[in-house]
Nanobody, 125 residues
Framework: VQLQASGGGLVQAGGSLRLSCAAS????????LGWFRQAPGQEREFVAAISRSANTFYADSVKGRFTISRDNTKKTVYLQMNSLKPEDTAVYYC????????????????????WGQGTLVTVSS
């Protein structure tokens, strides 16, 4: 199983980026997906999650600015990031968790079985 994150880069405060994470999961639609981030010297933190049934959940720090979505036909999860702030600077990781249909979006890192390699997002002030 591989998760390949992409789309990171350098952007000015107030700008936007869209992260993508392509998965080599045979039954992608049976997985919940999440985005986490880790800033230098800090612990990894939850950003957003989308369940197998497409329910979503966001960290308070990104609510209203970030949108998580999934395309099951492309086996890809996206994170649209708008109104970026310098404090959003971090390495962003995607993760996948095999779920039953009623599993809610997962916010804990240890719920996820598979992780991507991370993509760096730098927001300049």
């Amino acid at each position: 199983v591989q998760l390949q994150a992409s789309g990171g880069g350098l952007v000015q405060a107030g700008g936007s980026l869209r992260l993508s994470c392509a998965a080599s999961l045979g039954t992608f639609n049976r997985y919940g997906l999440g985005w986490f981030r880790q800033a230098p010297g800090q612990e990894r933190e939850f950003v957003a999650a989308i369940s197998r049934s497409a329910n979503t959940f966001y960290a308070d720090s990104v609510k209203g600015r970030f949108t998580i979505s999934r395309d099951n036909t492309k086996k890809t999860v996206y994170l649209q990031m708008n109104s970026l702030k310098p404090e959003d600077t971090a390495v962003y990781y995607c993760a996948a968790d095999h779920q039953i249909l009623t599993t809610p979006p997962q916010t804990q890192a240890d719920a996820y079985e598979h992780w991507g390699q991370g993509t760096l997002v730098t927001v300049s002030s």
